[in-house]
């Protein structure tokens, strides 16, 4: 069992501006930066509906990844975005966990998101309703609430395999933990309960929490192998060890 300590979120998060940009959550109105309020939200995302600003937010993304990767394909832009996103998501959820022991709310008609900033992504939370920060209310609002849809999103529209975003989701989670340091003991403590949920069961290895697909980065010109990736070197240097 994870113990929090308990402390009441401020109306700008400000204790989570420390642990680094991925964390950072700024909130509608709380601050004298422009509004973002002409942003999709992200249910407009997952929904794959039309926003007056951008089109379909996630194709413009991809674009915009795939120009400034070089990618050779969309599909691997899609899965790089994918990625970004999913750490986002997770640093904030448990930054919140760990620095006030709860989370706010975080539905998707309460993100809004800006496909044309660069990363990592720029999020804006409308509204502060509290919850708890536990494993099972993170894993409700991020993995059922976000990434579920989002992968649904991005296997059909990309073709990628569902193994390759869930993989990406649960490198996403180890990411976060890494980023908080010597701070991440209770946020490891939650990863570990997250990482046995049935979505991400099984996408890391149990004991060196190496992946068990692959992102496809190395497909991108210079590209090469992550730190968690389940090839050891960038297939076509050494056999593959598993596929994408």
Known sequence: MVLLLFVDLDPDLMALRPLGGFFVLRTIGSTAEASPRALPSLAQVYENRSSDVYGNPMTFRVRKVAAALRAPEPRIAASIAHLGLAARLWSVALGCAVRYGRIPDLAPHRLRWDPDASAPDDLWLDGLLPLPGDAGTIAEVVLRGHLEPLAATLHTEYRLATGLLWGNAGSALTGAVRQLG?????????????????????????????????????????????????????????PRGASG
């Open 182 to 238: 010597h701070r991440s003991t209770v946020a490891r403590d939650l990863a570990a309960e997250l990482l046995a949920h049935p979505l991400l069961e099984g996408t890391l290895d149990g004991t060196t929490l190496r992946r068990r697909s692959c992102c496809l980065y190395y497909r991108l010109p210079g590209g090469g192998v992550c730190g968690d990736c389940c090839f050891t070197r960038a297939p076509g240097s050494s």
